[in-house]
């Protein structure tokens, strides 16, 4: 079965703090995985994929397929990351449909 | 604004009614998904088109969902006879075959009283 699991539902850290939202996944097969960003007010975006192996804003995500996890890390938060994060995988083949986690609402305090 | 729209933002019905969305893809885009979202949750999958065909349809899509996309363009799902469990954000994403991004509308978000 397709699953993606964000163990936290909340997560309040402080400006500059480091940052990492946990991300495990299950699925027969080499899947794609993604993080998408919903910041307040907008709708999702994809912030960034593991295959591109790029940092966007600051975030950088590590495919372990060992430990089938996805977490996504920042080394120095800042206020504006503060939106709801959705982990989310697709297979490679056919419909591609992506699969999500539940989310991480992101706090950044000041 | 270029990127995917959908109409109406937000909705309010009546148990029992039946309602229609819109989605207004990415316009040289081929690929069309919808999913939905409740409360907590992230979204889930319902059915996806490439150009006018569905080719995919989630256990989720019960016999009162209907999805079309005519002419490969906009799409329609229809909500026939709504109950309270469909009250729900429903998402519309769009994207190129064999690119793996979606670009997701604003949403539709359905009230069922």
């Known amino acids: 079965a397709q699953r993606v699991t964000q163990p936290e539902k909340l997560l309040s850290v402080f400006k500059g703090a480091p940052v990492e939202l946990k991300c495990n996944y299950s699925y027969s097969g080499s899947p794609e995985l993604f993080w998408y960003v919903q910041y307040s007010r907008q709708r999702l975006q994809l912030l960034l994929r593991?295959?591109s192996r790029e940092s966007i804003k600051g975030f950088t995500a590590d495919l372990n397929k060992g430990e089938t996890s996805f977490h996504l890390k920042k080394p120095f938060a800042q206020e504006e990351d503060s939106a709801m994060y959705y982990c989310?995988?697709?297979?490679?083949?056919?419909?591609?449909?992506?699969?999500f986690g539940q989310g991480t609402r992101l706090t950044i305090n000041p | 604004d270029t990127g995917v729209s959908q109409n109406p933002r937000h909705k309010i019905t009546k148990r029992g009614q039946n309602v229609t969305f819109r989605c207004d893809p990415i316009s040289e885009h081929n690929r069309l998904y919808w999913y939905r979202q409740t409360l907590g949750q992230g979204p889930e999958f319902l059915t996806y088109?490439?150009?006018?065909?569905?080719?995919?349809k989630s256990r989720l899509l019960s016999d009162r969902f209907s999805a079309e996309r005519p002419k490969g363009s906009f799409s329609t799902l229809e909500i026939q006879r709504t109950e309270q469990g469909d009250s729900a954000m429903y998402l519309c994403?769009?994207?190129?075959?064999?690119?793996?991004?979606?670009?997701f509308g604003p949403g539709t978000r359905l009230t069922v009283l």
């Open positions: 088109f490439q150009n006018e065909a569905q080719l995919e």
């Open positions: 994403a769009s994207s190129l075959a064999g690119a793996i991004e979606q670009f």
């Open positions: 989310a995988l697709t297979g490679t083949q056919g419909a591609q449909k992506l699969v």
């Open positions: 593991h295959i």
